[in-house]
């Protein structure tokens, strides 16, 4: 089976009379009673997940944010005290955005956010982004003022990125950073990726399951590591701190990076690679009995 990167995914069309930006109204007005419904359900799971699982910065966030249990939250109302926190704003996408949009946003400090919410057969398991995943998931994170930073970087790193043809390597440390990051910290190791702690299945499996690899982070290795939107990751980077991440970030020059780059192999999902620090050597029982499809078989 070929490995699918998000970079490979089709996104969504602009909708008729949408905005240049992709920014849509969020339409708080417009959620059914259903839908507030299974953001307190998918909230409720995670209050009961998360605890000793998730970083002191991802609870500091939802604290102060006043990220509640009670439906889907209002942009307007969440933005008061986001940009308060860190001059970072949410506006309402209707799904994946073009990538160069996607960034622009970013290095501008807006988060762009589905405003859709899954579907109550789908609870566990999502392709394409919805608004549990996009605010629960990303925004607590963006009131820690590191991790800001770190964020508004990524973006402008994707425009250079963009621009010089090597997206895919970059795409790659969003996904083992922002969406499946995981921290070392003197109580063990802390999910800080939002498609973990968006996952009540996958914040399990994150930090127990005998199954993945879980290494130390590394840019160079990162950006060369093949991921899969699938199903549950098969490796895992474990980074030693927040400003550890943002200060690679601001202080690697990326051009030469890329250029090393693409004279090197990429590396598959499961590899251990010499100078790897190895936290967890994975059995890689779980994707090898077929994953998520296995199971249910
Ligand atoms: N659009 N809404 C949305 N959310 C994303 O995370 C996203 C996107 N468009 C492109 C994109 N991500 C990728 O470029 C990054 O994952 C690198
Ligand atoms: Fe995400």
Redesign the pocket.
Known sequence: MGVVE??DQP?VILPKGGNPDWTIPQGHERYSEAEHRTWTTLYERQAETLPSRACEAFFRGLEALDLHGQGIPDFAQLNEKLSALTGWTIVA?P?????G???DHLANRRF???NFIRGTDELDYLKE?DIFH?VFGHVPMLADPVFADYMQAYGKG?QRALSLGY?QN??RL??YTV?FGLLETPSGLRIYGAGIVSSRTESIFALASPSPNRLGFSLERVMRTLYRIDDFQQVYFVIPSLQYLLDVTTKTDFGPLYTKLSRLPDIPIAAIEPGDRVFTLGTQDYANSGGRLGQEA
Do not use: H, K, N, T
């Open positions: 998000r970079a996104q996408v799904g994946l955005v073009p990538d949009i996607f960034f762009p956010a589905g982004p996009d994707g997206l970059l795409a969003y996904w969406e």
